[in-house]
Each structure stands twice: as C-alpha cells, then as structure tokens.
C-alpha cells in the first residue's frame, strides 16, 4: 500500500490537533477537539491525538487480526492511564478526538469510523462510497445553530458559544447525543465498521472534517469530484484549495461555519493490492 499524506494547522503559529500516519497494511488519522489547556487536563489536544495515535499504531502494528473496535478500545484505555493519575479525565472537557482506521488483511480492506471524520471509498466501477458517522453532525445542527447564525467575535456568538459547550459536556458518549475517543473505551464499539473487497478499491481517502470543506459544507466540489482530483492531485493540492476557500470567506458570511479556519489532513491510499 502506498499512502500520500498533507495536514495544516488551522494557524501556522497553533499547534496541529490533527493526526495520521501509516503502516505498511494500515492507515490510522484522528481529529482532536476539546478546549486546548483545561483545569481537567493540563496536557491538551495535540498531546491527546499523538499519544492515541501512537497507541492505534502499535495494535495495527501487531497484526493479530483482532477487530479495530477492540484495538481501539486497548487504545483508549491506555491513553486514559497515561494520565488518569495527574488529570480528572473522566471530565467533559477532557481531550477528545475522532478517529478513521483502515486496515489491509489479505483480499480485504477493514474500516473503523468514530465521529466527524471521513473515509471516501474510491470503488473502481461506480461512485465513491462516503462512511462518516453522522451522530456528530446531527448533535451538532441541533445545537450550533445559534453559534453559527452569530457575526464572530460578538457577545451573541461568545453566549452561543458557552451554551454549546454546555451541550457537549451533556451528550458526549451518551446515547441520545455522539460518541468520541476520550477516556471511555466503551466508546469503541460505538463505531462504524465495515469491509470491503480490496479488489473493488481504486483508492481509499480518511479526511478530517476541515480537509473535506470543499464538499461539505463549501459545497464547491461533490464526492466524486474529490474522488478524481485525489487521483489527479497530491492531498496538499486540496488542502490549499481549502485554505483559499476559508481565506475568501474570512468572516464566515458565505459558509457559516462554528471555526472560521480548522485543522485539515488527508491520508490518500492506493496500490492496496501490494
């Protein structure tokens, strides 16, 4: 398997809260959220994604065949231990994070899709097939409207914004609201999971939401469309397209969106068949 990979910081002088990488046989990218530094955890974002997708690589790198609900489950748990005895990591505003898994094994591409992120299944003769778990996006229409609708920077979008925070604490890896890596591992089995024939596969594409701007919700480009600019492009070409799009709508007027700019990555995988 050959992966081709691009990630940007939301701003160059930010850390990234994104993650990917790969092994010979997998593919692994998260999408860290939470607030930054919090009196929960003094660790942050960033420290969160790297130090699961550090522990993801090491249970994909062992090649057991157990299921990536279990090695993502292993994965949380050993996180949560990494700083269960300095952080109140059972909080809401612990560090969280999405995650996309893909693995190779034998004839067969598995998948593993927590939250927000996308996998783009580039099949070789028809449309791409998209797996994003939409529990994420509908919690978040429900409750963000009101943030979005406001002009950035104003009292009404800061009061909006505290009542949605408010509203994750409440629903985050509960059943009436979303799931998310945190400190739960339970979480694990929330996921979407899947296979496909390898054979069927021209390319697999994991996104983060701010990398898949461009579809959703710029609009400027459908699935499809992504799926053959990935052929014909590097990811950083995308990337870049979305960062022109965010900077033409710098104050949010055209696409009303809760961040103005967000981190973006790719992780592009092809020649699955070895």
């Given at each position: 398997?050959?992966?081709?990979?691009?990630?940007?910081?939301?701003?160059?002088?930010?850390?990234?809260?994104?993650?990917?990488?790969?092994?010979?046989?997998?593919?692994?990218?998260?999408?860290?959220?939470?607030?930054?530094?919090?009196?929960?955890?003094?660790?942050?974002?960033a420290w969160y994604t790297r130090?699961?997708?550090?522990?993801?690589?090491?249970?994909?790198?062992?090649?057991?065949?157990?299921?990536?609900?279990?090695?993502?489950?292993?994965?949380?748990?050993?996180?949560?231990?990494?700083?269960?005895?300095?952080?109140?990591?059972?909080?809401?505003?612990?560090?969280?994070?999405?995650?996309?898994?893909?693995?190779?094994?034998?004839?067969?591409?598995?998948?593993?899709?927590?939250?927000?992120?996308?996998?783009?299944?580039?099949?070789?003769?028809?449309?791409?097939?998209?797996?994003?778990?939409?529990?994420?996006?509908?919690?978040?229409?429900?409750?963000?409207?009101?943030?979005?609708?406001?002009?950035?920077?104003?009292?009404?979008?800061?009061?909006?914004?505290?009542?949605?925070?408010?509203?994750?604490?409440?629903?985050?890896?509960?059943?009436?609201?979303?799931?998310?890596?945190?400190?739960?591992?339970?979480?694990?089995?929330?996921?979407?999971?899947?296979?496909?024939?390898?054979?069927?596969?021209?390319?697999?594409?994991?996104?983060?939401?701010?990398?898949?701007?461009?579809?959703?919700?710029?609009?400027?480009?459908?699935?499809?469309?992504?799926?053959?600019?990935?052929?014909?492009?590097?990811?950083?070409?995308?990337?870049?397209?979305v960062r022109a799009a965010e900077?033409?709508?710098?104050?949010?007027q055209r696409w009303p969106r809760?961040?103005?700019?967000?981190?973006?990555?790719?992780?592009?995988?092809?020649?699955?068949?070895?």
């Amino acid at each position: 398997m050959q992966v081709t990979m691009a990630t940007s910081p939301s701003r160059p002088e930010g850390p990234n809260e994104d993650f990917t990488a790969a092994l010979p046989h997998a593919a692994v990218l998260l999408d860290g959220a939470g607030i930054p530094v919090n009196d929960s955890c003094a660790h942050g974002v960033a420290w969160y994604t790297r130090r699961l997708g550090a522990a993801l690589l090491a249970g994909l790198a062992a090649d057991d065949h157990q299921e990536l609900t279990a090695i993502l489950a292993a994965a949380i748990g050993e996180v949560r231990d990494l700083h269960a005895d300095t952080c109140d990591v059972d909080s809401p505003d612990s560090p969280s994070a999405t995650v996309v898994l893909l693995r190779l094994d034998g004839g067969r591409a598995d998948y593993l899709v927590l939250a927000d992120s996308v996998l783009l299944l580039d099949t070789a003769d028809g449309e791409p097939v998209v797996i994003c778990d939409e529990r994420n996006a509908t919690f978040a229409a429900q409750h963000r409207a009101a943030m979005i609708a406001a002009s950035h920077g104003t009292p009404e979008q800061h009061r909006a914004h505290l009542a949605y925070i408010e509203a994750v604490r409440v629903h985050r890896n509960r059943p009436d609201g979303f799931w998310v890596a945190a400190a739960e591992p339970r979480a694990a089995y929330e996921a979407l999971t899947g296979s496909v024939s390898v054979g069927d596969l021209r390319a697999v594409a994991l996104l983060s939401d701010g990398a898949a701007r461009l579809v959703t919700p710029f609009a400027l480009i459908d699935w499809a469309g992504l799926a053959e600019l990935l052929r014909q492009e590097h990811p950083a070409e995308i990337v870049t397209a979305v960062r022109a799009a965010e900077h033409y709508d710098r104050d949010g007027q055209r696409w009303p969106r809760a961040k103005l700019r967000d981190d973006a990555t790719i992780a592009y995988c092809t020649r699955l068949g070895g």
